[in-house]
């Protein structure tokens, strides 16, 4: 063995709780069990909770930190579109490459080890979004996985030119599509076109969807009838939902039944849908997030993700996973230990399911990809926002946090 993690305690609760070894060859992981005896190299987790990486399945590293550049909207009319159109021209492609990869190393050192990035494309943008953030995956490939969804924000039908570009992208490596119907004046026709791409290309969509003040209008519909269609179950997901948060109980329950027997996926986004939904409301305002947990119980899949980082749909952010968890058990107020460790889950293996991946998770032969929390159990990391202490990826150390002491006075 190359190296040994002694004395974890691993998030799944498997080993009844105990801590185990977790030995490492190769970059994979060769075995688990309590006290494994080998000569290696060893990290000791000092009883310190282990899980396989935190996913960031949606988030846009290509227009992240951008706040400062943006000019103020009036606080009813916000548009996170009319915030960052402006800017696209003067976005070059070193530009997004820089501003993207400060996100990306937040990203990594808050305990991140693969992740889905959104990338616009469109005339105002061209490629070089898209080549800023393809630009990063090799240089980062020691510390993170990352695919990318091309998709068209600003419209698609109505926004000429931009159906050649998400071709390209299709064509350049992107391994998944996605759209934003709410911004095109034919949003159902959008919609239609994105599944015939995804199919052309054989990709995973990944939709922006149903964002508004009334549940009037909702494109899941739509969404549910195409990915049925066309079989397309297990590889949609829709991000979002903030209109579910506004349906009763019942027609809630029964369409989350509905997207679970059609295989469609939920990433629920809290920030972002927290600041801009209610913006019409000056008391008694809506919150806004989709509540996951209910959905879960329906049997759909779910993850929680960060969606954006200091630009004008979400203007502040760490690229922490664990208080974007902690955020969202707050607004749908959960306290329950399970609550929380589906909390947990939801960065984690639900979110490694979203992704599709097939080789994560605490297994002989997967990548030994390995974050350490300074906690003990699932739920104490989402109560308590619990940091990194260590990552791994691929068996090789890549973060190191130092413990906070107090100074005492000396006697």
């Known amino acids: 063995m190359d190296i040994i ?3 974890a305690r691993l998030a799944d609760g498997s080993h009844d709780n105990q801590l185990v070894d977790i030995g490492i060859e190769n970059g994979r992981i060769t075995a ?5 005896n080998a000569v290696a190299e060893v990290y000791d987790a000092r009883g310190c909770l282990a899980c396989p990486g935190l996913i960031e399945t949606h988030i846009h590293l290509d227009k992240s930190r951008i706040i400062d550049r943006c000019v103020p909207q009036d606080h009813r009319a916000l548009s996170p579109v009319v915030g ?17 990869a400060r996100t990306l190393e937040e990203c990594v050192l808050h305990g991140t080890t693969r992740m889905r990035t959104q990338v616009e494309v469109d005339p105002g943008i061209g490629m ?36 050649e570009l998400l071709i390209e992208g299709l064509k350049r490596g992107a391994k998944v599509i996605g759209g934003a119907p709410r911004y095109d004046t034919n949003g159902a026709a959008q919609v239609e076109r994105i599944f ?43 991000g979002h939902m903030a209109k579910l948060s506004l349906l009763p109980p019942d027609e809630l329950a029964k369409l989350a039944r509905r997207l679970a027997d059609a295989g469609i996926a939920v990433t629920v986004l809290p920030a972002t849908d927290l600041f801009l939904m209610g913006r019409d409301q000056d ?23 960060s969606n954006n980082i200091l630009n004008p749909a979400t203007p502040y952010g760490d690229c922490s996973l664990i208080r974007m968890a902690n955020l969202y058990a707050n607004v749908v107020q959960l306290d329950r230990p399970a609550q929380l ?39 104490q990391a989402i109560a308590e926002i619990s940091r990194p202490i260590a990552a791994f990826k691929n068996g090789k150390q890549t973060v190191r946090w130092h413990s906070p002491e107090l100074l005492r006075p000396s006697a």
């Open 5 to 7: 993690i002694r004395n």
């Open 32 to 36: 688990i069990a309590p006290r494994l």
């Open 84 to 100: 960052v159109t402006p800017l696209k021209q003067s976005m070059s492609v070193e530009d997004v490459r820089t501003r993207a």
């Open 128 to 163: 070089r979004g898209f080549e800023g953030v393809q630009s990063l995956i090799a240089d980062y490939k020691w510390a993170i996985d990352i695919e990318i969804c091309v998709f068209p924000q600003e419209g698609l039908t109505n926004y000429p030119g931009t159906d």
């Open 196 to 238: 015939e791409l995804a199919r052309e290309f054989d990709v995973d969509i990944d939709m922006h969807l149903d964002v508004g003040h009334t549940p009037d209008g909702m494109f899941i519909h739509q969404v549910r009838d195409l990915t049925e269609k066309y079989k397309r179950g297990g590889r949609v997901v829709v």
């Open 283 to 305: 008391h008694s305002v809506r919150r806004g997030v989709a509540n996951a947990n209910v959905l879960m119980g329906h049997g759909v899949n779910c993850s929680l993700s």
């Open 341 to 379: 460790k589906d909390c947990f889950n939801m960065l984690t293996e639900r979110s490694a399911r979203v992704l599709n991946l097939r080789d994560y998770g605490f297994a002989p032969g997967n990548p030994a990809d390995v974050v350490i929390l300074n906690a003990q159990t699932p739920q």
